[in-house]
C-alpha cells in the first residue's frame, strides 16, 4: 500500500469526523435536540380493543389494532362549553365501568409524588360536568356505585354526593403538621411511594383509611428566596434516623350510617402500614404491618362490619422486605399472588387465605424485576425477568395451575410490556444501551400490528453527531467478585493514547446504571464528554439490584463499605488498561450517587483525582427514618456503621478535586448535608468548589438550571481532570 493511499485514508477519515455536529450542552438541557420521544398516557379501555390519550387538549378513543381515532370523549373546549371550565386538562381517569371521568386541571406538585388540583366529574353518559369542590383538593375517587366522590383537603377527608350536590367531611380532627386522614404523610410518600390513603370497599359501602398523628415527628425548615423582604420558611414533619415517626392506624367510615371504626391490629408501637387493599370480598380488607427495622411483614384480614383482624400472611427476613404493590386477589375469593424473595431471589407465589403457600409460580436463579398481572380467564400470570444477565430483561407468562410457559419479549436488550384489560394486545417497548426506546402494538399471538414510535428521527441523529457505541465488560475484584460495567470511547479512539477516565455511579441498594437500556439525556452528555477526549465508565457494585437476594442485601448495616470498595478497584482496573491515564481519573453520583463519589474521593485519595457530588447525604444520621434504617438500623444500634461510612468524617483525607452540589430547597436529601460537608471540610482546611441553587430541589431543576449545572460540572472536569 502507497504512503500517498495511507495519507488519502487519513484524510478521508479525518475529514468525515470533522464534518459531524459536535454535541453542545445548550443542545441536551436547553433545546432538548436529544429527547427520545415516548408513548404517553396510553391507557386501555375495558373491552381491550380501544385506549385513551390526552391529545390536543382532548381525550381521545382509538382502536388498538390500527391506531385510528374512533371517538373524541372530551374536550377543553367541551369543558369551557359547559362550566366555563378556564384551564387546560392536566390529567384523567376513569371509573370502573368508565361512564364516570375524573378530570384534574391547574396541579400544583407539594412533594415528589403529591399534589393539588381542581377536579371535575364527567358523565360519560349524559354528558354532565360536575364540580366535585371549588378549591383545589387531593387524590378525589369516584365510588364503584358511582354517586359519591371521597377527596382530601386540609388533612381530612370528604365526601361529595354528586346526585344531591352535598359535601360532607368523614374527618374532622385534620391539622397541618399534626393529624393527616387518608393522605400519606411526607416519609411514607417518599419511601413507600404512596400520596393516596384510602380505598372504597368494592362495593361502595366503605372507605378504609389511614391516620398518621405525627405531632410528636420532629420538623424540618426549609427556606425559599422569593425576592421578598424576608424568605419564606417552609415547616413540615420529617423523621430522620432514629426519631419519632407518626402514630399510624387504620379506620373504617360506613358510608351508610356515617359512623367510624379503628381496625385492630394488636401492637402498633413502632409498626407501619405500608399498604391496605381490599380483597374481592367487598366486606373484606388486607392491611399490610410491618415492624420498624423493615424485616417482618404481616398480611391481616379485617372483616369491615367488626373491625376485627385476623393473620392471613407473614414474611420474615434476616435483612429486611421490600414492600411492592405486587399483590393480587383472586376472583375465586380463597387465593392470592404475591412476589417474595423467600428463597434467595425475587419470584411469584400463589398462597389461599389462610396463608398456605399452595405453589411457586417462578423458579430460578434469576429475579423477577416487574410484576404485569394476572389473567384469570387464562390463568395466567405475566412479568419481566432478567433471565439472561442482570444487564437484560425479558417479559414472560407463565401459568399459575399448569405447566404452561411463554415468552413474550426477548429482544437482546431491556424488554418491557403494557398490557390491555383482557390481556389480547400489548405494548412492547424495547430498548439498548445505543439504541433509543421502540413501542409496538402486538396481539396475544406474538404478532406486531404496528408501530406507535421508533425514534428513527433520534437514531439518525445519532449518525449526524457521531456517537460512539458503549460496550459492556465485566472484571474479577481482589474478594472474587465479578462485576459488571459499560465503557464509552471517544470516536477517534487510539490504543496507543492514554485517555482521563469519568465514573459515573448511583450504587444503591437494588439499583441498576448498568443495563442494556437506553440512558436519556446524560447518553448525550457523556457522548459529548468522549468527543472531548474522556473515556467514560460505570460500574455496578456489590448491593446492586437483579442478581438476588444476598447480592444485593450483603451491604446491609454496612452502606457505603462494599460499594466504595468496589468502585476504588474498578477505577484501579480502569488505571491499569494501557489506554488510560491511571493519574486522571474522576467520579460523579448524584444523591446515593453523590454520597458514594464523596465517599470515593475520601477514601481512595490515592486513585480519584475528581469527583462531584450532587445532592449527597453526607451522614446517614441527616436521612429519613423508614430509607435508612431499612438498611442501616438506628444510630444507636448501629454507630460504627455510621461513622465508618459517612464522608462528613473523612473530610480531611480529601487530597483531589470535589465539586460539591445541592439544592436549597431539597425536601429529600436536604441541604444541610451539604452544609455540614462543607463545614468539615474548612474544619480541616480543604479547598474545594461549591454550587448552591435557590429554591431548588432534589432534581435541580426549572428553566436553564439544569444547563447551568451541566455547565458547571463540565467546566471543572475540563479543568481539574
Known amino acids: 500500500m502507497s504512503r500517498y493511499f495511507i495519507l488519502f485514508l487519513l484524510f478521508t477519515s479525518l475529514s468525515q469526523i470533522q464534518s459531524q455536529d459536535s454535541i453542545k450542552l445548550t443542545d441536551i438541557w436547553e433545546d432538548y435536540t436529544f429527547t427520545n420521544k415516548s408513548v404517553r398516557g396510553f391507557n386501555f379501555m375495558n373491552d381491550g380493543r380501544h385506549f385513551t390519550r390526552l391529545k390536543d387538549k382532548a381525550i381521545k378513543k382509538y382502536d388498538i ?3 385510528n381515532e374512533v371517538e373524541e370523549i372530551l374536550s377543553n373546549k367541551g369543558l369551557k362549553e359547559m362550566s366555563g371550565f378556564d384551564s387546560d386538562i392536566s390529567s384523567y381517569k376513569f371509573n370502573e365501568d368508565e361512564s364516570w371521568i375524573m378530570v384534574e386541571s391547574n396541579k400544583k406538585s407539594i412533594f415528589r409524588r403529591s399534589y393539588t388540583s381542581n377536579v371535575h366529574a364527567y358523565n360519560t353518559e349524559n354528558k354532565e360536568l360536575i364540580e366535585v369542590h371549588e378549591e383545589p383538593i387531593m387524590n378525589a375517587s369516584l365510588s364503584p356505585n358511582k354517586d359519591m366522590v371521597a377527596f382530601a383537603l386540609d388533612n381530612n377527608l370528604y365526601l361529595k354526593n354528586l346526585i344531591g350536590g352535598k359535601t360532607m367531611a368523614i374527618t374532622e380532627d385534620g391539622e397541618k403538621n399534626k393529624i393527616i386522614n387518608g393522605i400519606a404523610d411526607w416519609v411514607y410518600e417518599e419511601e413507600f411511594s404512596i400520596v393516596k390513603a384510602f380505598e372504597w370497599s368494592p362495593d361502595g359501602n366503605y372507605i378504609a383509611y389511614i391516620k398518621f398523628d405525627e405531632k410528636e415527628v420532629p420538623e424540618f425548615t426549609m427556606v425559599n428566596f422569593r425576592d421578598d423582604l424576608y424568605p419564606e420558611y417552609v415547616t413540615w414533619k420529617y423523621p430522620k434516623v432514629g426519631e419519632n415517626n407518626a402514630k399510624v392506624s387504620i379506620h373504617l367510615y360506613n358510608v351508610k ?27 373484606k380488607l388486607c392491611v399490610s404491618k410491618m415492624n420498624r427495622h423493615q424485616n417482618h411483614l404481616q398480611l391481616f384480614l379485617t372483616e369491615a362490619a367488626t373491625g376485627k383482624s385476623s393473620l392471613m400472611y407473614e414474611e420474615k427476613n434476616k435483612y429486611y422486605i421490600d414492600i411492592t404493590d405486587d399483590l393480587t386477589f383472586l376472583k375465586n375469593g380463597e387465593e392470592f399472588i404475591i ?12 398462597y389461599d387465605l389462610n396463608g398456605k403457600q399452595k ?16 389473567d384469570e380467564e387464562r390463568e395466567m400470570v405475566y412479568y419481566q425477568a432478567a433471565t439472561k444477565s442482570a444487564m437484560q430483561k425479558e417479559v414472560f407468562a407463565t401459568s399459575y395451575t399448569k405447566k404452561k410457559h411463554e415468552v413474550i419479549a426477548d429482544l437482546p436488550g431491556t424488554n418491557g410490556a403494557q398490557f390491555s384489560s383482557t ?4 405494548v412492547h417497548s424495547h430498548s439498548t444501551i445505543n439504541s433509543p426506546p421502540t413501542y409496538a402494538v402486538y396481539n396475544r399471538n406474538k404478532k406486531e400490528l404496528r408501530n406507535l414510535e421508533d425514534n428513527k428521527k433520534l437514531t439518525g441523529i445519532q449518525s449526524q453527531y457521531g456517537t460512539a457505541p458503549i460496550e459492556f465488560f465485566n472484571f474479577d475484584t481482589k474478594d472474587g467478585v465479578k462485576l459488571n460495567g459499560w465503557m464509552l470511547k471517544p470516536a477517534d479512539f487510539k490504543e496507543n493514547r492514554e485517555y482521563p477516565v469519568f465514573m459515573y455511579l448511583y450504587g444503591g441498594p437494588g439499583s441498576q446504571q448498568v443495563t442494556d437500556s437506553w440512558k436519556g439525556q446524560n447518553y448525550w452528555w457523556f457522548q459529548m464528554l468522549a468527543q472531548k477526549g474522556y473515556i467514560v465508565a460505570c460500574i455496578d457494585n456489590r448491593g446492586t439490584g437483579a442478581r438476588g437476594e444476598e447480592f444485593k442485601k450483603m451491604t446491609y448495616l454496612k452502606l457505603g463499605h462494599y460499594e466504595t470498595i468496589d468502585q476504588i478497584e474498578a477505577a ?3 488505571g491499569k488498561l494501557p489506554y488510560t491515564d491511571k493519574n486522571r481519573i474522576g467520579i460523579f453520583g448524584w444523591s446515593y450517587g453523590g454520597y458514594m463519589s464523596s465517599l470515593c474521593l475520601l477514601k481512595g485519595n490515592d486513585v480519584f483525582k475528581a469527583a462531584i457530588a450532587v445532592a449527597p447525604v453526607t451522614s446517614w444520621k441527616w436521612y429519613d427514618t423508614i430509607y435508612t434504617e431499612r438498611f442501616m ?5 448501629n454507630e460504627d456503621g455510621y461513622k465508618d461510612n459517612s464522608p462528613i468524617y473523612f473530610a480531611d483525607q480529601l487530597k483531589g478535586n470535589y465539586l460539591l452540589v445541592h439544592g436549597m430547597g431539597d425536601d429529600n436529601v436536604h441541604w444541610q448535608n451539604s452544609v455540614e460537608m462543607a463545614n468539615a471540610l474548612i474544619e480541616a482546611n480543604k479547598q474545594f468548589d461549591t454550587y448552591f441553587y435557590p429554591n431548588r430541589n432534589h432534581g435541580i431543576y426549572g428553566g436553564v438550571t439544569r444547563l447551568h449545572l451541566y455547565q458547571k460540572m463540565t467546566d471543572f472536569l475540563l479543568e481539574k481532570l
Open 359 to 374: 405453589k411457586q409460580i417462578t423458579e430460578g436463579e434469576y429475579d423477577v424485576t416487574s410484576f404485569y398481572g394476572v
Open 423 to 426: 390481556y389480547d394486545y400489548y
Open 339 to 350: 412476589t417474595s424473595e423467600q428463597d434467595g431471589w425475587n419470584h411469584i407465589y400463589l
Open 65 to 67: 389494532s390500527t391506531g
Open 633 to 637: 438500623r438506628t444510630l444507636e444500634e
Open 257 to 283: 350510617n356515617k359512623t367510624t371504626q379503628e381496625v385492630d391490629l394488636g401492637d402498633m408501637n413502632d409498626m407501619y402500614i405500608p399498604r391496605i387493599k381490599w380483597t374481592q370480598d367487598a366486606g
Open 572 to 574: 484501579k482496573y480502569l
